[in-house]
């Protein structure tokens, strides 16, 4: 099956550096992406969907200087956080396409814990 | 406005004891219903798509279905192992085609040894 590796699955960082989180498409070409948040006994919320070679569409609300989302292949997406904060930390999660599958694709990474100290 | 409830917002059963969760949808349109379960820590993990009332799907010890309205996921003779939080998200027509899905809050499942 369909296989989205994300890391990494843990970061630290401290608070005014850059964390990059990268999603990768192992068995299968991307051409949609989508970038997760989510809260302590929350579900999912969307940040942004991404398509290859062109700009991420972001949600009401989330800051596109902050969130830098790059798709620049059919296998690679990444999301950087520039600048974090403390109130950055939270758990990021991946999720691409496979238009090869049944359930339109929808495949999870493994996601990412980040820690802004 | 398209909006998914989950509830209850946890269960805890014994080992064995049947039960069954709910998804209830408000969608100006069906694409698709999907369930997911998710364990601490980690990604959600696939575990069915339902596309029109009336539809069933099973995997080991569940099984889910479909009317107009809601989704139940019905958990038969659980085991500790099935502890999770499970998602259910639906796509609506209304969407564009980038197939954006809108999640409930999921429910917390506790299985008692």
């Known amino acids: 099956g369909a296989v989205v590796s994300q890391h990494p699955s843990r970061v630290i960082c401290k608070s005014g550096t850059s964390v990059k989180i990268e999603c990768r498409s192992l068995?299968?070409?991307?051409?949609?992406m989508f970038w997760y948040r989510q809260f302590p006994k929350q579900s999912l919320m969307l940040m942004a969907t991404?398509?290859?070679?062109?700009?991420?569409?972001?949600e009401q609300g989330v800051e596109k200087d902050k969130f830098l989302i790059n798709h620049a292949s059919l296998t690679l997406s990444t999301l950087t956080v520039t600048s974090a904060h403390p109130e950055d930390s939270s758990f990021y999660i991946c999720?691409?396409?496979?238009?090869?599958?049944?359930?339109?694709?929808?495949?999870f990474g493994s996601g990412t814990r980040l820690t802004v100290v | 406005e398209d909006q998914v409830t989950q509830s209850p917002e946890a269960l805890r059963l014994q080992e064995g004891e049947s039960s069954s969760l709910n998804c209830s949808y408000t969608?100006?349109?069906?694409?698709?219903l999907f369930w997911y379960r998710q364990d601490p820590g980690k990604g959600p993990e696939f575990l069915f798509t339902l596309y029109s009332a009336g539809e069933e799907k099973e995997k080991e010890r569940l099984k889910a279905t479909l009317t107009k309205k809601e989704s139940f996921l019905h958990i038969t003779a659980p085991k500790p192992e099935d502890s999770a939080t499970y998602l259910c998200a639906v796509q609506s027509i209304s969407m564009d085609s980038n197939y954006q899905l809108i999640w409930g809050a999921g429910t917390k499942l506790i299985i008692k040894p």
């Open positions: 991404s398509n290859e070679g062109s700009k991420a569409t972001y």
């Open positions: 969608v100006s349109g069906l694409r698709g």
């Open positions: 999720s691409a396409r496979d238009l090869g599958q049944s359930n339109y694709g929808y495949t």
């Open positions: 068995d299968f070409q991307a051409t949609t």
